[in-house]
T-cell receptor, first 110, second 114 residues
Framework: QQPVQSPQAVILREGEDAVINCSSSKALYSVHWYRQKHGEAPVFLMILLKGGEQKGHEKISASFNEKKQQSSLYLTASQLSYSGTYFCGTGGGNNRKLIWGLGTSLAVNP | NAGVMQNPRHLVRRRGQEARLRCSPMKGHSHVYWYRQLPEEGLKFMVYLQKENIIDESGMPKERFSAEFPKEGPSILRIQQVVRGDSAAYFC????????????FGQGTRLTVV
């Protein structure tokens, strides 16, 4: 039931792009993306809802394929501040809780 | 508007003692979630509360763990008779609505059981 994130780790040079994927074996109603830096709290990036609604920040883009039960987070022109661990949380339609993936570690180097 | 406040930030307890973790949600937020995180792992859902009510506690161990969110005051996660395996970071998050709204996380409480 836990969503699977891929890749597990990514190393980029500043300015490069990356895609982080989140796949579930269960039907999804929503996908939530957060970034966590070491020793800090997770920070909200994006919510994608079934039906196409998205709530998030301007510089982050993501897709939600309901049929394939997966979401992808697109990081373009990466900056040093993008470094951290990216988590996806998936929600069913019961509106109660999220199940979180194990995270994708992203390191952006100068 | 202050963010989600958790205290203490670090807590050390001897085996068998009780641990009380506090979470003050953002102003206007009535939904609180508690998560547990082990090093290099993801967030594990524990419990979802909405002012005075436990909505979903399916992630809470059946024994020794309890949570409350009183009408007045912070949400409390209580762990009785702690064991070494309880050592982890415990995060709470609050949101103004149910799960499909943006949640704001506190800085976490790092519990160490010695």
């Amino acid at each position: 039931q836990q969503p699977v994130q891929s890749p597990q780790a990514v190393i980029l040079r500043e300015g490069e792009d990356a895609v982080i994927n989140c796949s579930s074996s269960k039907a999804l109603y929503s996908v939530h993306w957060y970034r966590q830096k070491h020793g800090e709290a997770p920070v909200f990036l994006m919510i994608l809802l079934k039906g196409g609604e998205q709530k998030g920040h301007e510089k982050i883009s993501a897709s939600f394929n309901e049929k394939k039960q997966q979401s992808s987070l697109y990081l373009t022109a990466s900056q040093l501040s993008y470094s951290g661990t990216y988590f996806c949380g998936t929600g069913g339609g019961n509106n109660r809780k999220l199940i979180w993936g194990l995270g994708t570690s992203l390191a952006v180097n100068p | 508007n202050a963010g989600v406040m958790q205290n203490p930030r670090h807590l050390v307890r001897r085996r068998g003692q009780e641990a009380r973790l506090r979470c003050s949600p953002m102003k206007g937020h009535s939904h609180v979630y508690w998560y547990r995180q082990l090093p290099e792992e993801g967030l594990k859902f524990m419990v979802y509360l909405q002012k005075e009510n436990i909505i979903d506690e399916s992630g809470m161990p059946k024994e020794r763990f309890s949570a409350e969110f009183p009408k007045e005051g912070p949400s409390i996660l209580r762990i009785q008779q702690v064991v070494r395996g309880d050592s982890a970071a415990y995060f709470c998050a609050s949101s103004p609505g149910p799960v499909n709204t943006e949640a704001f996380f506190g800085q976490g409480t790092r519990l160490t059981v010695v």
